[in-house]
């Protein structure tokens, strides 16, 4: 290993981590809205995308419709489909990477490992490593006076604990890792799981009648029906050619996306025999609620087959269930969801506050309004602790949060404030708060992977609606962070709030 280079050029700069929706969104919004580029996207991967470069199995596609799961200021007219695949979300993001020549901001295959604030510079040490092609690791600090940590909570694969896995003879691969070169056809495959992924996976790999499917599940989901229109040439060209119309659109779904979950759904769709075992024994929305991709009617097919009881121990040949049935297996495929907080997020803040001890002394991760912590100035969150708000897009969610960020990071960036950090008691207030809200709420009733703190603390779901985030982080709360100053007052920044249109 070789030792860091320092980089540390002049003005000031922003280092975002992660290539995913969020980082390009926070790296277009600096572009267009500042008109400021001394900033470099770090992603570890060698390309963009997050969630819609990993996650390439069959059938992967959004569950939110996508003129609502995309930017606001880059209507696409042209989405085929409401529920648009993995294809092409990934294509419409790519394009917009080329649009704003963001290739020349990103590090590819560099990772940051460890970030460290100077409060003698103020600013942010990040340092990062990056594996080269003939296998060493070359080592770079980053100097910057904000870090936007855009890292996401879908990025780890999370295997549930089943055990045995180091034994199964066969091929096995995560939801998130599909292996491309795996023919699936006259193969027994085993499919845990019945969440998003698991539930679009079996509709379409049972499409092939000779792939023996058998789908393991240990607590049934709620199901509602979706539907998967196109949208036709006619409306495309409304979208294309009439001003508004497909931001009216937009902002239409945002409004009126309600959950039409129904039994009644369950009762007409699915196989009789299965019904009992398919109902929720808890209230529907404590989970996340599936929109149906055809995973009910995939059951009826002669070569699926349903099982219960969760994997107990997974075997040589296959797996035995929690029934204590055993199933041969040629596939493993791990519909398991998550690790939601990667252990390896270091961040040192004033003082050497280290926030993974932050987040352990708080029981589980927190934030104050998803985006802040305190001791650590300058430093931004995008889809943080509690920011998932049920059932609405997660993009719309980091929109407003980096509405919110930039009202704070412009003075830094035009040089009149050095740092803001949110003030301990103000964080702590709003957590006690949030919490109290979401005792009172659906999500204590079941076992979830919202509950990621210790004793079940929810450190992934919002409390409220869309609306209520949007109301909270609409305009930047200045008294309530410790303001380092340079050249300017606090009280001229507020009249520089900067709205974006979200
Ligand atoms: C299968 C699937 C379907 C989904 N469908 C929807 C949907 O329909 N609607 C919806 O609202 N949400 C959906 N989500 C949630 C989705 O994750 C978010 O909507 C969105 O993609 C989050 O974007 P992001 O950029 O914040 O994070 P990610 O897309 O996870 O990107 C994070 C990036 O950071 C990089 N990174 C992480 N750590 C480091 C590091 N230390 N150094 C450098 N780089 C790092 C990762 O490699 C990754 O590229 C879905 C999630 C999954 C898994």
Redesign the pocket.
């Known amino acids: 290993m070789s030792s860091p280079t320092m980089n540390t050029e002049n003005g000031p700069r922003v280092v975002i981590?992660?290539?995913?929706?969020?980082?390009?969104a926070m790296a277009i919004a600096l572009k267009k809205k500042l008109n400021f580029e001394n900033f470099t996207i770090?992603?570890?991967?060698s390309s963009?995308?997050?969630?819609?470069?990993?996650?390439d199995y069959p059938g992967?596609?959004?569950?939110?419709p996508v003129h609502w799961?995309s930017l606001s200021t880059e209507i696409n007219p042209d989405w085929p489909e409401q529920f648009a695949s993995q294809r092409d979300i990934l294509q419409y993001w790519k394009r917009i990477y080329e649009k704003y020549n963001l290739e020349q901001y990103t590090r590819f295959n560099?990772?940051?490992?460890e970030s460290t604030w100077d409060d003698k510079r103020q600013s942010w040490l990040v340092n990062?490593e990056k594996q080269t092609e003939n296998g060493l690791v070359e080592r770079t600090i980053l100097e910057a006076n904000v870090v936007v940590s855009?890292?996401?909570?879908?990025?780890l694969p999370f295997y549930a604990g089943i055990e045995g896995r180091e034994r199964f003879k066969g091929i096995q691969m995560h939801?998130?890792r599909w292996n491309h070169s795996v023919n699936l056809s006259g193969k027994k495959v085993g499919v845990i799981g019945i969440g998003?992924?698991a539930a679009q996976i079996v509709p379409e790999i049972s499409k092939d009648p000779s792939v023996q499917v058998v789908n393991i599940c240990r607590t049934p989901t709620w199901f509602s029906p979706r539907g998967q229109s196109s949208y036709s040439a006619a409306l495309r060209t409304i979208f294309r050619n009439i001003p508004g119309a497909a931001k009216f659109y937009r902002n239409f779904i945002a409004v009126s996306l309600g959950i039409q979950v129904t039994l009644l759904y369950m009762r007409f769709t699915a196989p009789k025999k299965y019904h009992k075992e398919l109902t929720p024994n808890y209230p529907m929305g404590c989970k996340r609620v599936v929109l149906d991709p055809g995973y009910y009617a995939s059951l009826h097919r002669p070569n699926v087959e349903l099982a219960w009881g969760g994997v107990k121990e997974v075997l040589e040949d296959g797996v035995i269930t929690g029934k204590g049935e055993k199933f041969e297996l040629d596939i493993i495929v791990y519909g398991t969801g998550?690790q939601v907080l990667?252990p390896?997020?270091n961040f040192y803040g004033r003082e050497g506050k280290d926030l993974m001890g932050y987040f352990a002394s708080k029981g589980g991760p927190e934030a104050y309004i998803s985006t802040t912590y305190p001791g650590f100035p300058n430093l931004f969150t995008?889809?943080g602790p509690n920011t998932v708000t049920g059932h609405?897009?997660?993009?719309?969610g980091?929109e407003i949060q980096i509405n919110y960020i930039f009202q704070l990071i412009k003075p830094i960036l035009e040089g009149s404030v050095k740092s803001y950090e949110i003030k301990a008691e103000v964080a702590d207030r709003y957590n006690v708060d949030l919490q109290k809200r979401i005792s009172q709420m659906t999500w204590t009733e079941c076992h979830n992977h919202y509950q990621a703190g210790e004793n079940g603390k929810n450190t992934v779901t919002f409390p409220g609606s869309a609306f209520r985030f949007w109301r909270l982080l609409r305009k930047a709360d200045y008294h309530n962070y410790i303001c380092i100053v340079g050249n300017d007052g606090v009280e001229s920044r507020k009249n520089r709030i900067l709205e974006w249109d979200v």
């Open positions: 981590i992660g290539a995913g929706v969020g980082g390009l770090v992603e570890k991967a963009i995308g997050g969630t819609w470069r990993d996650n992967c596609a959004c569950d939110i799961y560099t990772r940051v490992i990062t855009a890292v996401g909570l879908f990025v939801s998130s998003c992924s998550f990667d390896a997020l995008l889809l609405t897009s997660t993009l719309y980091e």
